[in-house]
T-cell receptor, first 116, second 117 residues
């Protein structure tokens, strides 16, 4: 079946540095990609929606200058956490869907970010 | 806006026993409903979904969920669980508006199902 690859699975970085997380659709064209954040013992929260070739749409309360999202191709979206702080430590998950109103949604395996 | 409440954060159960994971939602518009499963160290996988039609939906591994509009619920059930069903289960909704709404999911807090031998 369709697969979404997310890389890296784990990353540790120092406070103040930037980290890039990649989300790739391996066998389908991902017209739309979504980025979620999962806090410990809490639910996943949608951060932003990105459509290929256009600017991402961020949910209320998500800092677009801090969480840079790029969806430059139909198979790749990236999330860059800029000037990371310990409170950015979290589990980030991407998902992707193809074209069509009822295209199924496929999730990546997530990235555990730890900022020290 | 939508919200989803999973009433039980953890559900321990013995193998071959029945289980029900509860999910209630609130929304000002009609919604699609989903159950996702996350096995240890893996990503989310769609377990089943309700889009329209029959309110009882089933998965290939024996789970079923029933959409109850009057009670705004979408509880997940399985008559006999296996050890391999141990995972975290998430209930989710998205607005029934077509387009990219499938991905604009609002998730519940998750229920950890632990099946004991």
């Amino acid at each position: 079946g369709a697969v979404v690859s997310q890389h890296p699975s784990r990353v540790i970085c120092k406070s103040g540095t930037s980290v890039k997380i990649e989300c790739r659709s391996l066998d389908f064209q991902a017209t739309t990609m979504f980025w979620y954040r999962q806090f410990p013992k809490k639910s996943l929260m949608l951060m932003a929606t990105s459509n290929e070739g256009s600017k991402a749409t961020y949910e209320q309360g998500v800092e677009k200058d801090k969480f840079l999202i790029n969806h430059a191709s139909l198979t790749l979206s990236t999330l860059t956490v800029t000037s990371a702080h310990p409170e950015d430590s979290s589990f980030y998950i991407c998902s992707a869907s193809g074209s069509g109103k009822r295209s199924p949604l496929h999730f990546g395996n997530g990235t555990r970010l730890t900022v020290t | 806006a939508q919200s989803v409440t999973q009433l039980d954060s953890q559900v321990p159960v013995f193998e071959e026993a029945p289980v029900e994971l509860r999910c209630n939602y609130s929304s000002s518009v009609s919604v699609y409903l989903f159950w996702y499963v996350q096995y240890p160290n893996q990503g989310l996988q769609l377990l089943l979904k309700y889009l329209s039609g029959s309110t009882l939906v089933e998965s290939i591994n024996g789970f079923e969920a029933e959409f109850n509009k009057s009670q705004t619920s979408f509880h997940l059930r399985k008559p006999s669980v296996h050890i391999s069903d141990t995972a975290e289960y998430f209930c989710a909704v998205s607005p029934n508006a077509g387009g990219t709404s499938y991905g604009k999911l609002t998730f519940g807090q998750g229920t950890i199902l632990t099946v004991h031998p």
